[in-house]
């Protein structure tokens, strides 16, 4: 019988849906906003332009929010451990990742980037303890044939679409995104809170990076438009509405479950928007990349 109750659940888990698909769409588009940017500017340039409207957007959000007083009320602690992570993301993880896109085709180093699920197991491991199973040793080698096949490209003998030192890069991405999120399993500061501290910390880290190599961005509009874009959406909101989607939700694994439609729609507007011919053996490294996801992601 439907009830009342029943009544009262829909419109809620609704609301989760419709947060969670909003955020797999945007995430959908960044590695193409990302080529654009690349196009135009270095890597180091990307993350000023994008970090300094990270910073701008969240601090918005903040403000909507009405956590402002939040940040006034962080120990010393709180503020020298979350800008510390700033170091780590978005200092260092967005460095890293920007300069694989940039040594990569955008449908090699988007998939590459959904091993970090795979490199924080692993580090889990010694870092914070934890057993790895029969299960997760499964999921690693079946996701990590995936990382072969896509960087061959079926060729064993080389890389087919990309530099080894993309691929290193963009691996080496994920182990410190997990590093991240590791150094974030007792942190007890708001989560918005604390992602405007790590960016807004790394900011002169990365103003310095920039001084330092390759100086300002010119000024153009469309690689200026997709660094805002970058830091807009991919650096801001579609954290916050992730937040909601999992915090509205009746079941994290149906909300969990829309992660794995962003590699495909992605690689969808790879092809229209960048152009890129997406080649079969890319569709069958991502297929086994996000299966030893889905492996470990049933065990957890």
């Known amino acids: 019988m439907f009830t009342a109750t029943d009544a009262a659940t829909i419109p809620r888990q609704r609301r989760a849906y419709c947060f969670g698909l909003a955020t797999v769409l945007i995430w959908s588009t960044v590695a193409t906003a990302f080529k654009i940017a690349l196009a135009r500017m270095d890597h180091v340039q990307l993350l000023l332009v994008a970090d300094a409207v990270s910073v701008a957007t969240l601090l ?9 007083g939040l940040l006034r009320k962080m120990t010393r602690r709180d503020v020298a451990r979350n800008a510390l992570l700033g170091a780590l993301n978005p200092f260092l993880y967005y460095l890293v990742l920007f300069k694989a896109y940039a040594l990569l085709p955008a449908q090699v180093a988007q998939p590459l980037n959904y091993t970090w699920a795979i490199a924080l197991s692993l580090l889990s491991a010694p870092l914070l303890g934890q ?20 960087s061959t490209q079926g060729d064993l003998t080389g890389f087919g679409l990309g530099s080894p030192l993309g691929v290193g890069l963009a691996l080496l991405s994920t182990v410190i995104w997990a590093l991240y999120w590791i150094g974030n399993t007792k942190n007890t ?15 002169p880290l990365i103003l310095c990076t920039a001084l330092a190599t390759s100086g300002p961005p010119a000024v153009n509009a469309a690689g200026l438009t997709a660094a805002c874009y970058v830091g807009v959406f991919e650096m801001g909101v579609s954290f916050v509405l992730w937040l909601f989607a999992m915090r509205l939700t009746e079941s994290t694994a149906r909300i969990g ?5 962003s590699p495909f729609l992605s690689l969808v507007l790879i092809h229209f928007i960048l152009g890129e011919d997406i080649h079969a053996t890319t569709y069958a490294g991502l297929a086994l990349i996000l299966a030893g996801n889905m492996t470990q992601k049933r065990q957890g």
Do not use: W
């Open 60 to 68: 918005v959000i903040l403000t909507a929010q009405g956590k402002l």
């Open 189 to 203: 500061t708001d989560p918005v809170v604390a992602l405007f501290v790590n960016f807004a910390a790394a900011l």
């Open 257 to 261: 479950n829309l992660i794995f439609l």
């Open 131 to 150: 057993k790895l199973t029969g299960r997760d040793l499964a999921a690693i080698c079946v996701s990590y044939a995936g990382v072969v096949l896509l």
